[in-house]
């Protein structure tokens, strides 16, 4: 018996073969990578620098607390600003970049030697390191904490790491490096374009994504140009009294003050405590400072209050005291601050109780909180109910 034969089945068209894709011209070659690998090397310094800066001004070792100085009353906000800007630049920067020398994913054999693959590996780290600092530090300006661990610790231990891969590929590729670092260099002859777009317009365009990106951005710290800060999280200007809140009293877990209960407790070697009456009765000052957040907003203001060192001489601390100051605030990381004795005992130090001329709002700290000269803006406590001499 015969059996029949079972119909045909259409062809399936052949797939192609699993070739590594191949790359010419000249947007993914060397030169293009080291024209945006300086940038991008220069973007990454200044926010490594500005970013040390800023954590040990935040959060100094004990032998550094008291030596920190209090001026210039401007150089947080330099930091801090110079720190978000060159970390915002930086990621288009790290965009082209990432593109320009992607086609090495491709390369044929993976490795080929043991030098070989732990340089790949050291590019992995350095791409990984610098991904993630450049993008929780983003979220981090927005307030968004989308991972189960503490955003500080973590974004600078990586910087460590990051400046660690960058060091180590600069001196890797130290050869490539210079020969490709001005056009004039052997090896990078200038032939015309055969096709696709040139490398002038690629590097034109990466600028101009910086220049954007820094100009919609920047006038959140750098009030001159505010009236373009349209994509930063914060506006200067916005917010109770034409000055944003971080915190505020309801996230703080404050529903109100009570004029009636409040007291300043100042203690020392002889301690006391004031009644909101008696602390506006004493000698008053008016001081321009900033508060500059370390999430990247910064805004000047008037302020008026009582100096901090007058407080404290009162309780009868000796010239060059540090201070701990406590806030009505339940809970929440920014409770209990230490100033050493710089910023203590600087004249702009207040215990301010106005801000532009008026009585503090709840969300700027009412009915008392401090304002020093040249600090991170978490260090600007609100809500004070207790100094003590340390
Ligand atoms: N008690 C207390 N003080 C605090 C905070 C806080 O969470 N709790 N936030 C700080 C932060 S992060 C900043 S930037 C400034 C902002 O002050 P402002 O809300 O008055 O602008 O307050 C600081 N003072
Ligand atoms: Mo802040």
């Not at 790359?23 to 030169?31: C, I, K, N, P, V």
């Not at 086609?103 to 030697?113: A, E, V």
């Not at 820094?214 to 914060?234: E, I, N, Y």
């Not at 301690?271 to 500059?292: F, G, N």
Request: proline share 9%; net charge positive; aromatic share 8%.
């Amino acid at each position: 018996m015969r059996v029949p034969r079972p119909p045909r089945l259409p062809r399936l068209p052949r797939l192609p073969a699993l070739a590594p894709p191949t790359f010419s011209g000249r947007l993914h070659d060397a030169r293009t990578a080291t024209s945006l690998g300086r940038w991008l090397g220069a973007a990454i310094a200044v926010c490594f620098v500005t970013g040390l800066t800023s954590h040990y001004l935040q959060h100094p070792p004990g032998w550094l607390a008291d030596v920190l100085p209090s001026r210039p009353t401007w150089g947080y906000r330099l930091t801090q600003g110079l720190h978000v800007a060159s970390g915002i630049a930086a990621i288009p920067l790290l965009l082209a970049k990432l593109w320009t020398v992607y086609p090495r994913l491709f390369l044929w054999p993976p490795m080929r030697s043991v030098r070989h693959a732990l340089e790949r590996l050291s590019v992995a780290v350095l791409v990984a390191a610098a991904v993630f600092q450049l993008f929780s530090g983003l979220l981090n300006t927005v307030q968004w904490y989308p991972w189960p661990f503490s955003f500080v610790p973590v974004h600078f231990a990586v910087a460590w790491l990051l400046v660690g891969a960058v060091v180590l590929h600069i001196a890797v590729k130290y050869p490539e490096i210079r020969a490709h670092w001005s056009r004039r260099s052997p090896g990078t002859l200038e032939l015309p374009a055969a096709d696709g777009p040139d490398r002038r317009s690629l590097l034109t365009g990466v600028a101009a994504a910086v220049g954007a990106v820094t100009l919609t951005t920047v006038g959140q710290s750098f009030t001159p140009l505010k009236r373009f800060d349209l994509l930063a999280p914060r506006h200067p200007d916005h917010g109770p009294q034409q000055l944003p809140v971080n915190r505020t009293a309801a996230a703080a877990g404050l529903a109100g003050v009570s004029t009636v209960h409040w007291r300043l407790t100042v203690l020392g070697k002889d301690s006391y405590q004031l009644t909101l009456d008696e602390l506006t009765a004493l000698p008053q000052h008016t001081v321009t400072l900033p508060i500059a957040c370390v999430e990247g907003w910064s805004k000047s203001a008037d302020w008026t209050g009582v100096r901090v060192r007058d407080l404290l001489e009162r309780a009868g601390a000796r010239p060059g005291s540090a201070v701990r100051v406590v806030s009505l605030e339940k809970r929440g990381a920014y409770r209990v601050m230490e100033m050493g004795s710089d910023y203590a005992g600087d004249p702009l130090t207040l215990l301010a109780l106005r801000l532009n001329g008026q009585v503090l709002s709840l969300d700027h700290g009412f009915p008392a909180r401090i304002i020093a000269p040249n600090r991170p803006g978490v260090l600007q406590t609100k809500w004070v109910t207790r100094m003590e001499v340390m």
